[in-house]
């Protein structure tokens, strides 16, 4: 099995506190890959170490077999990395296309391809009808979606989606469970989840963050019994 | 050619037409006029390009229509050059000073922005002055009919003149119709809305920015170069702060981020100016309370309000 990106010491300081130390970690091509952890415990600057939005104090960055500690953002999302947004962050004055299609002409794809991209990935989250919208307009739950396909048009190697649940309906997250079914094998995914049961139904690894430094490390089944998960983060039930 | 697209084509078309026939229905008074208001609105969409469409407030514009205005002056009065390879030399001159000045204030952003490219701006306009030998300081200095003839079409007759304040113009206004409609435009758009979301789609937000600021500056050049060119002055007042501020009220008044909005923008505040100084000598009184209440009740400007209230795909 082949590891598409792997970070080895990454850690990270803000003047005094220590929000990410030492973390080694190894995603699978074509897994997808749960990133848990209790508020605070680093999730999101752990992958904003990875894609370039935050620079590491110490430790490196593996993508594809190639060290990409020092890259800029612009250049990693070049080299086949997506990464949505926690806050959601769409282009709020622009179109719903606008949005997705931006996100496909960042990719080396010109022309027909980019209305290609743009309308399957807007069909796979089930913004198709709201294609002309003012994407500012849309409720807060399809913006998450249309934040996930702008993800998606972007035809990622790695797609890093940071909390993609939050704030979904039910058949909304059942949706986005069987959207990412549907990646596994082609596209390796870094999920950041709060909802353990989107976590079980999809994930094939998961490693627990805890105080910036990883808990455990395993399958789904792993982690389930695993004690010091469960007394950190999931409770004693 | 989507019906949209046929319904812009047609309003911008339109504007140029109108304008071309207005020409001979015009009296001489308006006539020259509007040959001034072109040239002014085309400085103005230099600078809508960096501040409506990128979202980044340069207080510095001056520069840029002083560096294409001198660069043309001075290529004729001591370079020895003729018209066009004056205007050239205005608009390389434009080119290089916007490329030096974006690759130092783009290292910052904001407020810091706003700053850095008015302290450059005002570095500029003592630098006129300083080379009083050369440029004749505050005085500045008169470009003769002789010296105005542009491939044997004499730029000093109102007509041609007119009819070269009009083909500046309307270059300046395809540019940057089309321009704001490509892909690269668009992406300045998005960086003006969240530039953090950009980067993150793959693009190169600096590199943009970047470019933004040479065409910005290159346009605004350009207009200095043919203002100095059209109506034969070349001074030291063009690179003044006013001259810096003038085309941030133009664009906010006639819509930022609009195509058509510089033009407005331009023409509503000449002949707000022109007609309430006919009224009085407090004009600028008029002319302040009417501004007050435009950005009271049309905060995003005149074009701007048209597209929030009957037509969202106005670019």
Redesign the interface.
Known sequence: MTVLLSTRGLTKRFDGLLAVSDVDLDLTAGDVHALIGPNGAGKTTLVGMI?G?IAPTAGSVTFDGRDITTL???KR??LGM??T?QIT??????SVR?NV???A???PVQGDQVDRAVCAALDKVGLSDRAQE?AGNLSYGHQRLLEIA?GLA?APRLLILDEPTQGLSDGEIARFTALIEGLRGHTTVLLIEHNMRVVWEVADRVTVLNFGEVLAEGTPEDIHENRAVQAAYLGTG | MSRDTARILALHGGLLVLLFVAQFVLPAYHHGNLARIMVLASYAIGYNILFGYTGLLSLGHALFFAAGMYGMGLGIQHGGLSPAPALLAGVVAGAVVSGALALLALRTTGVAFMIVTLMFAQAGYLTILYFGDYTRGDEGFVLQTAQRMLWGIDLSDPTNRYFAAFTLFALCLCLSLWLVRAPFGRVLVAIRENEDRVQMLGYDTHAHKLAAMVISGTISAAAGAAYGLLFGYVGASFGSVQYSILPLLWVLLGGAGTVLGPFIGALFMFYLIDLSSGLTAAYMLIAGVVLVVLTLFAPQGLVGELRRRFWKGLP
């Open positions: 894609c939005r800029p953002a612009h999302i070049g997506a990464y947004f962050s769409v282009f709020a004055g622009l606008e299609a931006l996100a002409r960042g990719q003012v702008m972007q």
